[in-house]
């Protein structure tokens, strides 16, 4: 049952009122002044206030203004004297649903209670359908633009969404175009602080120097060029995201200082002494092995578990092959408006070579190649002369057949060449997927007189 809470500083009136609204069924509260009355507001489930307006501590009038700005939708009966009828129609335009003078018509202000009371409920379940709708939104909008339906992307999916309304810091993984940052867009657009700042650094395309005055910002003088005081980026992302791609290519001094800012949450500008405190959500990216680095020492041990408290991989393309055909119509229909085309779709053999292929550059790759195929095709369907060469000559590339009757080291050899070209040349891909070292597959091309391919 609704609790209305009862406010005066005359005893006798909050005791007939509290009568009156349990003998219909509610539960009631009584405070003798304003503050007392604010407490119990903050403290317990207050479906209605009823409040004098004229109390000692803190006034009726003032406990409707603190009530009006924190909590809106929760409704606000004056009382008052026949002497203040003006300062009743002031409360009225102030935020209170009605006023009754003393002594009070009990028939009349238990109506209106009743409809105050049913009228906050349907407000309460429009802002709660509001938002739900607004968060619909935004997750059908993420759908959008991360593509697929496999079962490896919607388990990462899932993780997204229950990660993304905490403060947690994410570390995404991922081989070079993947869709890493789709990631943290996804990871900010369903989280609070959507509509807060969203900051992107992309870390590997700046110098050492350059980078610690664009994250952190530098003051005027501190280094030849700084003619003016600069905001960083970490300045600039309060209160909202920042996603630092390619957090890999840091270098150890700037590494100290992000971790600095992930355990302190301050920093100081390049060349200045004031300390900045900031609320920033931190997302990072890497194609690298971060454990692998701070294996050999090029990647702090402390840095790497605070931004890994949150690990989220993103699935490359040759994962996920059921997503491939969604992925081509949905790059067929973004180049088609682009570029004012009209094509309409893919002949089976271009389609069976898109799906079949390995995409060593994964989304981007294969967005690249949807384009490019767009642009050059001149019937109403791509076929497989419309994509670009180092597609169209790999029909089924990810299948080998060994014969029979090659020895093991020639098998070794085939596998080891086929898997590297699998990859695209990647060795640190190549070498994953072997399950040996860098070192081991380099040593085994040069037998091969590979090394230098």
């Known amino acids: 049952m609704a609790c209305v809470l009862i406010v005066d500083d005359e005893k006798n009136i909050r005791s007939g009122l509290t009568l009156a609204f349990e003998d219909e069924g509610y539960d009631t509260l009584e405070a003798e002044n304003g503050e007392v009355a604010w407490t119990l507001i903050n403290k317990k489930s207050v479906d209605l206030v009823i409040t004098d307006l004229r109390m000692p501590v803190l006034s ?57 009371l049913s009228n906050s409920k349907i407000i309460e379940q429009n802002i709660k359908l509001t938002q739900e709708i607004s968060t619909l939104k935004k997750k059908v909008e993420v759908n959008k633009s991360i593509i697929g339906k496999s079962e490896k992307l919607s388990k990462m999916m899932r993780t997204i969404e229950q990660v993304a309304p905490t403060r947690a810091t994410v570390l995404v993984t991922g081989e070079s175009g993947v869709g890493k940052e789709l990631v943290a867009d996804a990871l900010h657009n369903l989280s609070d602080r959507k509509d807060g700042p969203f900051i992107k650094v992309h870390c590997a395309s700046l110098s050492a120097n350059l980078l610690e005055s664009e994250l952190f910002g530098h003051e005027k003088g501190s ?97 996920r092959k059921d997503d491939i055909p969604l992925l081509m119509n949905s790059f067929l229909n973004e180049f088609n408006k682009e570029n004012n085309r009209n094509i309409e779709g893919f002949t089976p053999a271009a389609r069976k070579v898109l799906c079949s292929y390995s995409w060593p550059g994964n989304i981007r790759q294969l967005r690249n190649s949807i384009e490019s195929a767009v642009v050059l095709a001149r019937g109403r369907l791509i076929d497989v002369d419309d994509l670009p060469e180092q597609v169209s000559e790999h029909d089924n590339d990810s299948q080998l057949s060994i014969k029979v009757g090659l020895t093991l080291d020639e098998a070794e050899k085939m596998f080891i060449i086929s898997t590297l070209d699998y990859c695209g040349g990647n060795k640190t891909k190549a070498s994953e997927m072997l399950g040996i070292g860098r070192k081991t597959l380099h040593r085994k091309l040069e037998e091969y007189g590979k090394a230098d391919d």
């Open 60 to 116: 009726g009038y003032d406990l409707l203004k603190r009530v009006s700005s924190t909590f809106p939708t929760l409704p606000v009966i004056v009382l008052t004297g026949h002497g203040s009828i003006e300062d009743a129609v002031k409360a009225m335009q102030d935020g209170a649903i009605d006023f009754f003078t003393k002594p009070v018509d009990l028939d009349h202000i238990m109506l209106t209670a009743k409809k105050a």
């Open 223 to 319: 280094f030849t060029g700084a003619v003016s005081q600069k905001k960083g980026r970490f300045e600039l992302a309060d209160g909202g995201t920042i996603f630092l791609d390619e957090i890999g290519e840091i270098d150890a001094a700037t590494q100290v200082k992000i971790l600095r800012v992930l355990q302190e949450k301050s920093f100081e500008r390049v060349g200045g002494t004031q300390t900045l405190n900031v609320d920033v959500r931190v997302v990072a990216a890497t194609n690298r092995n971060l454990e692998e680095e701070v294996k050999k020492g090029n990647f702090r041990e402390d840095l790497f578990y605070r931004l890994n408290v949150v690990h989220i991989e993103v699935p490359p393309l040759r994962e």
